[in-house]
């Protein structure tokens, strides 16, 4: 039964000269994931404040109070979006309720 074990498992995991490739590997993978990490926390960082800058534009206060919140928010990307989801939304969208559930999209009537 052991021997059906052994010939189940391919080759390159049970050589002992592939386990420094296998390691190469994952590390190359690793590095790849961290890079990839910090692009989409850079991302979503932007994408925060981007949104809080206009719409504290769009609500008429200043340029300077919108750039304060913008870089509050680009730090705490985490907190804004929810916070903007469920409180700031329905207030900035304008238009009626069905306009919303079209994505923003105008219906002909």
Do not use: E, H
């Amino acid at each position: 039964m052991l021997k059906d074990l052994k010939k189940m498992i391919p080759a390159g995991f049970t050589n002992p000269g592939n386990i420094s490739f296998m390691l190469k590997n994952a590390m190359i993978f690793a590095k790849i994931s961290v890079v990839f990490l910090i692009i989409v926390l850079i991302l979503q960082s932007v994408s925060s404040a981007k949104l809080s800058y206009s719409y504290n534009l769009s609500i008429g206060n200043s340029q300077m109070v919108a750039i304060l919140y913008a870089i509050v928010c680009f730090v705490f990307p985490y907190f804004y979006f929810p916070y903007y989801s469920f409180f700031l939304f329905s207030a900035s969208a304008g238009g009626s309720g069905s306009n919303r559930m079209t994505g923003g999209a105008w219906r002909r009537r």
